[in-house]
């Protein structure tokens, strides 16, 4: 079997969700002496992007991406034996997420908490009507690079400004990045408000942490 | 030097577009609907009469003599004396004034009475209230007048009810308990639904009205179905409308299923037939704005979608037209140019029954 074709069959495994395809599918991998960096990069990482992907056009949803994060990480176990040890186990980066205070939409900010969790990020979920106080607690408590801040309400979506202003009186604006989302939220809105990036969707808020953080 | 046109942004920005961007603009918002629903492209006419329609020149425009539809009000008894935070006007008065106001001066086909809260679940406690206010409502108005309210999901799950947050257990990798979560937590919406609908009945309610079916996702759709069905069966005559929350239908369960159909990921146009078959009368489309699009992408998009679902559906089509749906910028109080521009493109190009 050629090395595109492992590759490849280490990625439907992850695809398929299934915890037992992608073990045997990484010790396959191992046996043919492909390199555990290669592994990971070319085959698994690779599957989770196309489950990105398929979840972006709803055909996969988060009960499936969380099976594939699982199943991947179950991979990657197996070959940190033979990897440095850092490598295996460094986070992408830590953030801090939630939703501001006057507003009790959960789930899209839940979705992308566990998007991002699945990338490889630590993730720090601290609800949905959060006292924006909160978020700089948490920011402080965690050492975080960056904070999500999630407004579904016209209403509400001055809280994401006034967060970005609490950061920069507490001297925390430089060391941490800020993302916004939110139906009523907009590119414009990020730049007006000076946020680091706006994100439409969950797959757009890992990809645009990845641009700012790794 | 080229003609320049007055259109919005999604978030309600006022812009320029020549005839030449607009159209180009509902191009790219068609094929976006089109390769996420497997759905037909829009014609070249169809195409040609979006572009007239954005680029009409009077600020409010209306349907062709003919073309008329019934409208009607999902929440707007309390659209009168709510503030800014529901959506409404903050003028003092009652829900039955609200009612009154909307059938005797502003026009409305069809009305809805809903409860401040505006879920189901909280209804419970004050259903004795609820049914005194049917009741003087009725008394006081000819028009078909619902009892409407969200399944909204959501508050069956912790810090608001007895069910684990499936968006914490998902988080903790316990798929399985966030599923059955959402199980249990639907049978409980579909309990509580049918039972308020049957005081309603009770008390000279004309119908129901989902509003947002699928808001907190599959689990969501789930139980609105099954009540649809239950009422269904219990009264034969009753008029059920049931709105989307949203395009895509969320699977947040991801495996839940209705007449052997998986709900997550259904677009519009497969939305429909699964609504009329648990026994919905009207069923109410829905399409999401894109803030960062212009109107006649979000347009092009949002009619394409809304075309195919009137085709593929059995019973009539009521598209849900507001902030933030429907091809309507997400502005808290949307401008008449682009609500009066969208509603007519819904009905002469869409084709739908009703707004």
Redesign the interface.
Known sequence: MSKEETFKELADAVISCKKEAVDAAVEKARSEGIEPAEIIEKGLAAGMNEVGILFE????????V??AA?AMESGVSILEADMPTDAASKKLGVIVNGTVEGDVH??GK??V??ML?SAGFE?H?IGRDVPLQDFIDKIKETNADMVGLSALM??TLPGQKEVIEMLKEQGLRDKVKVMVGG???????ANKIGADCYA?NASEAVTKAKELLV | MTTEYTTRMGDGQRILMTREQILADLKEGMADAADLGEIPDLSEDELDKLVDIIAMPARMVGVEPGKEVPVTHDIGTIRIDGDQGNSGVGIPSSRLVGVMMHERAFGADTMELGHIDYSYKPVKPVISNEQQTMEVCQQNTIIPLLYGAMPNLGLYYTPDGPFQNPGDLMKAFKIDEARASIEGAAKHATRDITWIMKKMMSSGTDGINFDTVGAAGDGDMYASLHAIEALRKEFPHIYIEAGMAGELTLGLHGDLQYDGKVLAGMWPHQQAPVVAKAGANIFGPVVNTNTSRSAAWNLGRAVTFVKAAVKASSIPCHVNMGMGVGGIPMFETPTIDAVSRASKAMVEVAGVDGI
């Open positions: 056009r709803g055909k996969l949803f988060l009960p499936h969380m099976l699982g959960d789930i839940s979705i908490s566990t969790q993730v979920d016209t209403t139906a009523p939220a907009t590119e414009n809105w439409e």
